[in-house]
Antibody, heavy 127, light 107 residues
Framework: EVQLVESGGGLVRPGGSLRLSCAAS????????MHWVRQVPGKGLLWVSR????????GYADSVKGRFTISRDNARDTLYLQMNSLRAEDTAVYFC????????????????????WGQGILVTVSS | DIQMTQSPSTLSASVGDRVTITCRAS??????LAWYKQKPGKAPTLVIS???HLESGVPSRFSGSGSGTEFTLTISSLHPDDFAIYHC?????????FGQGTKVEIK
């Protein structure tokens, strides 16, 4: 069974930093692209960032570019999101999500939609 | 970014009703569209991909259609477990975007 478990959320002051983790199990983590998606409670979903299977490329939403960094450790089956210069508008529940994707031999590709999600972790940015 | 607009925002219906949710894209996305279902306090789950492909394990009362800029999600006969929020998402671009969600509530 695919499992994704986020941790590292909490309350942080504006301008502060936080690192989220997402522990993966039940599948070959290193073969999948991974994403972070956030949701302000009661609002819609917003894609935040993605990383390819071997961590050689990443992409970001304009709203977080230059402040957030996605990374992964395939030896530990863990995805990360380093969030710096946090703002009140970053307050949200953050989900890690697995890309549906496909692999052809050693090359794995992302499809940019998501077949498994973590339970989400709340990040609150407030003074 | 491609803007996704869902309508209605809220839909009140009864068990057994047929309901349809519409999702419009600000530019053509071919059939690169997914639908997700989300229960309160839970993560979304994938219901439909490529506009009309029903995911494994999803009941056949769910169906999707459309291409280009206009898409629909239909539930042919509402079950109690179907009361939830439904989100559409385009994956035509490298910056995927979601609609604002449609809440299907009990009338």
């Amino acid at each position: 069974e695919v499992q994704l478990v986020e941790s590292g959320g909490g309350l942080v002051r504006p301008g502060g930093s936080l690192r989220l983790s997402c522990a993966a199990s039940g599948f070959t983590f290193s073969r999948y692209w991974m994403h972070w998606v956030r949701q302000v409670p009661g609002k819609g979903l917003l894609w935040v960032s993605r990383i390819n299977s071997d961590a050689t490329s990443a992409g970001y939403a304009d709203s977080v570019k230059g402040r957030f960094t996605i990374s992964r450790d395939n030896a530990r089956d863990t995805l990360y999101l380093q969030m710096n210069s946090l703002r009140a508008e970053d307050t949200a529940v953050y989900f890690c999500a697995r890309d549906v994707g496909n692999c052809f031999g050693d090359r794995c590709y992302g499809d940019y939609y998501f077949d498994s999600w973590g339970q989400g972790i709340l990040v609150t940015v407030s003074s | 970014d491609i803007q996704m607009t869902q309508s209605p925002s809220t839909l009140s219906a009864s068990v057994g009703d047929r309901v349809t949710i519409t999702c419009r894209a600000s530019q053509s996305i071919s059939t690169w569209l997914a639908w997700y279902k989300q229960k309160p306090g839970k993560a979304p789950t994938l219901v439909i991909s490529k506009a009309s492909h029903l995911e494994s394990g999803v009941p056949s009362r769910f169906s999707g259609s459309g291409s280009g800029t206009e898409f629909t999600l239909t539930i042919s006969s509402l079950h109690p477990d179907d009361f939830a929020i439904y989100h559409c998402q385009q994956y035509h671009s490298y910056s995927p975007t979601f609609g604002q969600g449609t809440k299907v509530e009990i009338k």
